[in-house]
């Protein structure tokens, strides 16, 4: 009978989808160390420089910022460098933010609030393009998180558990799938 048949029409399309356009990645921004995003510790300024490194971004994947009374920004390279824009090219300040990599490249992220960037909660995120796999030579840092060699190699449990969104919808579309197929 046709119904199931178009059932089966549709799910293969989603599997396509699926398979073609790539599982995306939700990251959650930080480390065990910081409650989401927040004014990095003391003893660990560059802690989401240090996360951020620490994972490859590939375009469409989404990071989520969770936070209180607190801001979310991406600005210009120079803007960065001066921890401050009065003109972001990206705001929110909700709490809970999900901010598409809709792009290759560079992308700026600093908090909003006065002080905080300058006290270390800003990060660069680098995504892949599609095409090139990273280039081996890549220096593109920020400089200034090149030095100490520090070993808080503990915390390095980063958050690279974030394949849900995308693998979770891969199983229960299978499931579904084989049951009309
Ligand atoms: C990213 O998502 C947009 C909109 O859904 C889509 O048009 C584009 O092809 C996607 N790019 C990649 C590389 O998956």
Redesign the pocket.
């Known amino acids: 009978m046709g119904n199931s048949s178009k059932l089966s029409l549709i799910f293969l399309c989603i599997f396509s989808l699926l398979i073609f ?2 599982v995306c990645t939700e990251f959650e921004v930080g480390e065990s160390l910081t409650k989401g995003w927040e004014v990095p510790p003391l003893k660990r300024p560059q802690v989401y420089n240090d996360w951020a490194q620490k994972n490859r971004f590939k ?2 994947d989404t990071l989520h910022f969770k936070y209180k009374k607190d801001s979310v920004m991406v600005v210009s390279d120079a803007e960065y460098s001066k921890c401050g824009s009065s003109q972001p090219l990206f705001f929110a300040n909700t709490g809970d933010t999900t901010f598409v990599l ?1 792009r290759p490249g560079l992308f700026y992220f600093l908090s909003g609030v006065a002080g905080h960037c300058q006290r270390g909660q800003k990060m660069i995120i680098k995504v892949l393009d ?1 095409e090139s796999p990273p280039a081996p030579g890549d220096d593109q840092q920020s400089g200034d998180d090149t030095a100490a060699p520090d070993t808080d190699k503990k915390s390095g449990a980063t958050h690279n558990n974030n394949n849900k969104i995308g693998f979770v919808g891969f199983i229960f579309m299978l499931i579904v799938g084989f049951n009309f197929i």
């Open positions: 356009h790539g375009v469409n809709d599609v």
